[in-house]
């Protein structure tokens, strides 16, 4: 969950700097000199929604270590960081990628990431409650999880929809600001500028939010890929077994982060859903017993 909020987190506030900075030294001018000119806007659109994705992605090693406190280990001091940086190089190997920088976070609650714009120069993290309340099967099924994630590619392709949608919210954010400039009197007044930019920057970091919701439905799929990557790596059984733990954790657990402020909890967990990078961890098991099942040729 981690990697996608820091990701969409850093995305939004990337593209509010570039509009401020796009207002303050009228590069964005010329779209409405004449009238709105749609393909100019498309265009531009396109062009900055791209560049703002992937100077996110380009920062999400930097951004994950200083946000959260990793730390890398260049040098294992102990069995533990010599068993985890063998994992991950053993992991790595197998599935065809180079060798991730591996660290460790202080946190309580069992949790672990990956991220990195290539697959060759990923991190792969994770917290130091996982390492307390996991066994090291369990462990190494979720970093074969997060092995997969970036074997598979997560983050670029996440970035490319991103991308995408980012052209889309500063299309349309232009335009409501555009229509707002419109609908003011006074066009040469400081208010007029001021108003136009205000509903600019209000539209578009809340259709930001809304194609967040498309990102973490993109989130959500690929979670059942990045768990059949780590079953590969670690074992099937391995990989449900360390979903159980995460799911008993769970319910003892208070609600921490992003969702703590919304009060959502327990039934109430529509909103969640929405929001939500991973999907429930009782599907995720049933998917993997389930395939375990077809490979057992219990179900045909």
Same mark, same amino acid.
Request: proline share 2%; net charge neutral; no cysteine.
């Given at each position: ?69 990793? /730390?890398?280990?260049? !040098? =294992?001091?102990?069995?533990?960081? /010599? ?7 053993? *992991? ?5 990628? +180079? ?8 946190? =309580?609650?069992?949790?672990? #990431?990956?991220? +990195? ?40 392709? &996440?970035?490319?929809? !991103? ?13 409501? +600001? ?15 500028? &001021? ?34 990557? %780590? ?5 099937? *059984? ?8 995460? *799911? ?10 992003? #969702?703590?402020? #919304? %009060? ?10 929405? #929001?939500?990078?991973?999907? =429930? ?12 099942? *077809? ?6």
């Amino acid at each position: 969950m981690k990697r996608v909020l820091l990701f969409v987190a850093t995305n939004i506030a990337i593209l509010a700097v570039i509009t401020i900075v796009m207002r303050l030294f009228g590069f964005d001018h010329y779209l409405t000199e004449n009238g709105l000119d749609y393909r100019a806007l498309a265009v531009f659109s396109l062009l900055w929604g791209s560049v703002g994705s992937f100077i996110s992605l380009a920062i999400s090693k930097w951004v994950a270590k200083k946000s959260m406190g990793v /730390q890398v280990i260049e !040098q =294992p001091r102990n069995a533990d960081e /010599q068993w985890l940086v063998d994992t991950v190089r053993r *992991q790595a190997q197998e599935a065809g990628i +180079g060798m991730p920088e591996v660290g460790v976070f202080q946190s =309580p609650s069992p949790n672990a #990431f990956a991220t +990195g714009m290539k697959k060759n120069d990923a991190l792969v993290a994770v917290s130091t409650g996982l390492l307390q309340t996991m066994d090291r099967n369990e462990v190494e099924a979720v970093l074969g999880h997060e092995v997969a994630h970036v074997a598979n590619g997560d983050m670029v392709t &996440m970035a490319l929809l !991103q991308g995408v949608l980012n052209a889309f919210v500063i299309f349309f954010s232009r335009i409501i +600001g555009y229509a707002i400039a419109a609908a003011s009197r006074d066009s040469r007044g400081g208010g007029y500028t &001021m108003g136009s930019f205000i509903g600019t920057l209000i539209a578009q970091i809340v259709l930001g939010f809304l194609a967040a919701i498309i990102i973490n439905a993109f989130s959500r799929w690929r979670e059942f890929h990045a768990d059949e990557g %780590g079953a590969r790596l670690a074992g099937n *059984q391995n990989m449900i077994n360390a979903l159980k733990a995460l *799911q008993r954790s769970s319910r003892t657990e208070k609600l921490e982060g992003e #969702f703590a402020a #919304f %009060g959502i909890s327990g039934g109430k967990a529509t909103l969640a859903k929405l #929001f939500s990078t991973h999907p =429930p961890l009782e599907e995720r098991i049933a998917a993997l017993e389930n395939a375990q099942y *077809q490979r057992n040729g219990v179900i045909s």
